[in-house]
């Protein structure tokens, strides 16, 4: 695999998962919060965008809820083949994931 080197991205994603989209429902009604699958989804876009893929999720560890309609910010920290992804909603971290990543295959 070829030096992917070190990187930092981070993408606010303002106003956050709308209350009203369909990946809330059933994830728990009367108290919505937006689904990790959903989290992920965000961070191999935001990776793909760059060139790359995810090839593993090595670890995940959900520390608080992200809520319908929060504005949140997923940050990649890319070093080698190694991506710590972590999801901040007003300044906390809602979730971190370690990653192996690689190039994109066209």
């Keep these: 695999m070829p030096d992917i080197g ?3 991205w981070r993408v606010e994603i303002p106003g956050g998962i709308s209350a009203d989209d369909p990946c809330l429902d059933g994830h728990f009604p009367g108290s919505p919060v937006v689904p ?13 965008n760059m060139g790359l893929d995810i090839a593993t999720i090595r670890h995940v560890k959900f520390l608080r ?6 504005t949140f910010v997923v940050e990649c920290v890319l070093k080698g083949d ?3 992804i972590s ?3 007003e ?3 809602v979730a971190r994931a370690r990653a ?3 190039q994109h295959d066209h």
Excluded: E, S
């Design 91 to 93: 300044d906390r971290l």
């Design 82 to 84: 190694v991506a710590t």
């Design 65 to 70: 809820a992200l809520l319908p309609d929060q």
């Design 6 to 8: 070190k990187a930092v």
């Design 87 to 89: 999801w901040f909603a």
């Design 100 to 102: 192996i990543i690689r």
């Design 36 to 48: 990790g699958a959903v989290l992920l989804g965000y961070a191999a876009r935001i990776i793909a």
